[in-house]
């Protein structure tokens, strides 16, 4: 069984930036590149982790963010 795909780290960051700088839909950035929509949230997801509790007021995300990432990948966030 094979690991996947290996992206480089700068096919990451522009994915990425293309979702949290320029606003643009998970879905329609990752229908763009090729990859799964799980695949591009689980990067954005990685990238924004706080690395400790000391970090964590540091880390904001856009308005409206997660909301947008977790629609796209067609998950009700009112439910939970």
């Given amino acids: 069984m094979s690991k996947g795909i290996r ?11 293309q979702v949290v700088e320029r606003g643009y839909a998970v879905s329609e950035v990752a229908e763009r590149l090729g990859i799964s929509t799980k695949s591009l949230y689980g990067l954005v997801t990685v990238t924004f982790r706080p690395l400790n509790s000391f970090m964590r007021p540091f880390v904001r995300m856009p308005r409206g963010f997660f909301r947008r990432v ?9 439910s939970h």
Wanted: proline share 0%.
């Fill in 7 to 17: 992206f480089t780290d700068e096919f990451k960051q522009d994915a990425v930036a």
């Fill in 70 to 78: 977790m629609s796209d990948v067609g998950v009700d966030y009112r």
